[in-house]
């Protein structure tokens, strides 16, 4: 099973200012995934981190304002930009194998942010 | 409309006693099912998955699921808990809406009492 690490683990930051966030998997997968857990809920998938090319997102979130990056197998990044309150959240990356209805994710550990 | 259920939001057992955690899933075609855990400030880890092979799917850490298509049900059950169980559990279903969709469930914490 894939390793994934996310930078930071953490962050307080300032309304109005942007945070990147990196992901870093130990083997090469197809797919790459960002999630949000907003506080006490579930996550609910931002986008899909398409190697090469731009992201999919999913409804209610865009590019502006979660602008994503994978340049290669192994790496992405998702930045939450123009911040508010309400992005306070974890934000999690995950890493899929397999494919279609046999795709298995597995999840790094998190980016706590608190927008103040 | 196709969706996932955790029907509830907390469990409380007692250490050494049965865990049973509800999921219902809605959908046209056979899913794909799985359970995850998630300790407090940790990421998620999978503790099982359901793929249409035996329905009786056995996790990590003791814990097993059944899938019964019949009742459209997969629930997560392990004989006897452990104070490490404590923790958040999402069922997470893979659905064929055209093209591959994953949704989490709402999920159901779990406290064990000593």
């Known amino acids: 099973s894939a390793v994934i690490s996310q930078k930071p683990s953490r962050d307080i930051c300032q309304r109005g200012t942007s945070l990147t966030i990196q992901c870093q998997v130990d083997?090469?997968?197809?797919?790459m995934f960002w999630y949000r857990q907003q506080p006490g809920q579930s996550l609910t998938l931002i986008a899909t981190?398409?190697?090469?090319?731009?992201?999919?997102?999913e409804s209610g979130f865009v590019i502006d304002k979660f602008p994503i990056s994978r340049p290669n197998l192994t790496f992405s990044t998702l930045t939450v930009s123009n911040m508010s309150p309400e992005d306070s959240s974890i934000y999690l990356c995950?890493?899929?194998?397999?494919?279609?209805?046999?795709?298995?994710?597995?999840f790094g550990p998190g980016t706590r942010l608190t927008v103040l | 409309a196709q969706s996932v259920t955790q029907l509830d939001s907390h469990v409380s057992v007692s250490e050494g006693t049965p865990v049973l955690l509800r999921c219902n899933y809605s959908?046209?075609?056979?899913?794909?099912l799985f359970w995850y855990v998630q300790h407090p400030n940790k990421g998620l880890q999978l503790l099982l998955k359901?793929?249409?092979?035996?329905?009786l799917v056995k996790g990590i850490n003791g814990f097993e699921a059944e899938f019964k298509k019949s009742e459209t049900s997969f629930h997560l059950t392990k004989p006897s808990a452990h104070m490490s169980d404590a923790a958040e559990y999402f069922c997470?279903?893979?659905?064929?809406?055209?093209?591959?969709?994953?949704?989490f469930g709402a999920g159901t914490r779990l406290f064990v009492k000593a």
């Open positions: 995950s890493a899929g194998e397999g494919q279609g209805a046999n795709l298995e994710q597995f």
């Open positions: 083997s090469q997968v197809t797919m």
């Open positions: 981190a398409n190697q090469g090319s731009e992201a999919t997102y």
């Open positions: 959908s046209s075609y056979s899913p794909s």
């Open positions: 359901y793929t249409s092979a035996a329905t």
């Open positions: 997470v279903v893979i659905l064929n809406t055209g093209g591959f969709k994953t949704i």
